[in-house]
């Protein structure tokens, strides 16, 4: 069963860089699928953040892509994410996610935590 | 970026009864369309994908239709626990997409 866990810090101080990993459980990460990172304001919907490959390779929103970086380490079985610059505009549950193939659809979920970028 | 566009933005149904929800994008994305639902404080949760494609245990209760830009996801009787947020995504594209969400309320 794969399972996964978001984990980082609940509070980001305004133009600092909001740094969070995802420990995935039941799986490998380097046995393949995209791992992606998406999330949500409070009261709002949906926004992909961006994925990534056990390769290595990427892909990130544009309305973003400035600020993000997605990064694995197969070693330990997570990847993470950086958002830097943030803002009380960047407040919002993350969650991470597995796909099911060749980027796709997010068939495992984490939990979700909320960070909240204030001062 | 593929917009995705969902309608309403909230329905309101009574148990039992059919709900019709729509989700349209700004250029064909083929069959490459899941729905998601997703209930307060949970993550959500995979219910169809390809289009049309049954996540499995779910009832069948739940269908999904469509392909290029028009998709729709139907309840047919709905029950209790149905009643919550639902969203679609698109991933034929770079960057992947959710539609803002249609609430499903109860009447």
């Known amino acids: 069963q794969v399972q996964l866990q978001e984990s980082g810090p609940g509070l980001v101080k305004p133009s600092e860089t909001l740094s969070l990993t995802c420990t995935v459980s039941g799986f490998s990460i380097s046995s393949g699928y995209y791992w992606g990172w998406i999330r949500q304001p409070p009261g709002k919907g949906l926004e992909w953040i961006g994925s990534i490959y056990h390769t290595g390779t990427t892909y990130y929103n544009p309305s973003l892509k400035s600020r993000v970086t997605i990064s694995v380490d197969t070693s330990k079985n997570q990847f993470s994410l950086n958002l830097s610059s943030v803002t009380a505009a960047d407040t919002a549950v993350f969650y991470c996610a597995r796909d099911l193939g060749s980027g796709s659809y997010y068939a495992y979920w984490g939990q979700g935590t909320l960070v909240t970028v204030s001062s | ?107």
């Open chain 2, 1 to 107: 970026e593929i917009v995705m566009t969902q309608s309403p933005a909230t329905l309101s149904v009574s148990p039992g009864e059919r709900a019709t929800l729509s989700c349209r994008a700004s250029q064909s994305v083929s069959s490459n369309l899941a729905w998601y639902q997703q209930k307060p404080g949970q993550a959500p949760r995979l219910l169809i994908y390809d289009a049309s494609t049954r996540a499995t245990g779910l009832p069948a209760r739940f269908s999904g239709s469509g392909s290029g830009t028009e998709f729709t996801l139907t309840i047919s009787s709905l029950q209790s626990e149905d009643f919550a947020v639902y969203y679609c995504q698109q991933y034929n594209n770079w960057p992947h997409t959710f539609g803002q969400g249609t609430r499903l309320d109860i009447k």
